[in-house]
């Protein structure tokens, strides 16, 4: 029997609109390497959404993981390190890449999945034995979180302070940025992430883009060379362009970037709100397009006959956390479908 994917929001391929403008400027000559007409106005639109005062550059790269590889090892000297929370992507979901670069990964317990200045204080006094310890240099933050929580402008304002105080440089993971922005517990903008951290990342492989993330360098300081360690890292690729078009076009007038997080965001709500009038409980908050629901094992069982999604972890000897994530492409019957089974068990 045919099921129907939960599994992640990129199981589709991309949204209509990019695959159209794709397909329209396929005979049409460019530079390459990025140097073509598309990236810079793709380039052009983003920085309008970053504030006045955005003194940075923008990259492109093919995917999630190259963005924090060549990002975080671009910022750091051998002997400097990340401070993560334990269930951030980079420690738990990139087979051990920055650590491949030489970096240690200075891992904390999360506060709702985030990180909070306390934590981030107590990694530096356990790390402090120089020079026989790695050296804390970078803050690893991800919004939204590897549980689809999502940072406040005042947390960002207090880690981002902190950062300053502490000489730290402070990175943000956007592989789920539009659904944070998106999301009704987010009070902040691209233009405040760009005021506050060094470096980030905007995320399109799960905004409905075939591939693709765009790094912001807003340290002018991080920007020198940059495109070295693209290059040398693989991120460079030849037909640029085919980055630079998507990102033309999830900026573009319809907005699609924030548009697709916000249909995802909904699919999630109504999932979240259709569970809990089943009876069943959530083990994280739905502020994005991801829903932990806590099921008894023999439900999960049955549910997993029609639907595709990731048994997270175990919460007792009967029952499970699954993860459940919604798409730009989600379609609600699907989302009734799977709250019509759930309230036949």
Not at 149 to 167: F, H, N, P
Request: hydrophobic fraction near 45%; charge should be negative; proline fraction near 3%.
């Amino acid at each position: 029997m045919t099921t129907f994917s939960f599994l992640d929001d990129y199981s589709e391929g991309a949204h209509p609109d990019i695959l159209h403008a794709l397909t329209e400027s396929n005979y049409i000559q460019q530079a390459a390497y990025g140097e073509d007409s598309y990236s810079a106005e793709a380039t052009a639109r983003i920085k309008a959404h970053l504030g006045n005062t955005f003194d940075g550059a923008i990259h492109y790269v093919a995917s999630g993981t190259m963005a924090n590889i060549v990002s975080i090892a671009s910022c750091l000297r051998p002997h400097e390190a990340v401070i993560a929370v334990s269930s951030g992507h980079i420690v738990v979901r990139e087979a051990g890449a920055i650590e491949a670069t030489g970096h240690k990964l200075i891992v904390v317990p999360p506060v709702d999945g985030k990180l909070t200045p306390a934590n981030i204080e107590a990694a530096l006094a356990s790390n402090a034995h120089f020079p026989h310890m790695a050296k804390p240099r970078l803050i690893y933050l991800s919004d939204a979180t590897e549980i689809g929580t999502v940072y406040t402008l005042d947390e960002l304002r207090k880690i981002s302070a902190l950062a300053k105080q502490r000489g730290l440089i402070l990175f943000l993971d956007g592989a789920r940025l539009g659904a944070a922005l998106a999301s009704s517990k987010s009070d902040v903008t691209l233009a405040d992430i760009a005021s506050l951290v060094d470096i980030f990342w905007i995320g399109g492989t799960k905004a409905g883009a075939l591939l693709g993330e765009a790094i912001v360098v807003c340290n002018p300081a991080l920007t020198e060379d940059f495109a070295f360690h693209v290059k040398q890292r693989g991120g460079m690729l030849a037909k640029g362009r085919l980055l630079g078009i998507q990102f033309q076009e999830l900026f573009g007038v319809k907005n699609l970037f924030l548009e697709n997080a916000k249909h995802a965001n909904a699919m999630a709500a109504k999932l979240a709100s259709g569970i809990v009038s089943s009876g069943y409980a959530l083990d994280a908050q739905t502020a994005t397009n991801q829903v932990f629901p806590i099921l008894p094992d023999s439900v999960i069982s049955a549910l997993e006959q029609l639907f595709a999604f990731y048994v997270w972890r175990k919460s007792d000897n009967e029952h499970s956390v699954i993860r459940l994530v919604t798409s730009w492409a989600t379609q609600e019957h699907q989302v009734d479908a799977f709250l019509a089974r759930l309230a036949q068990l």
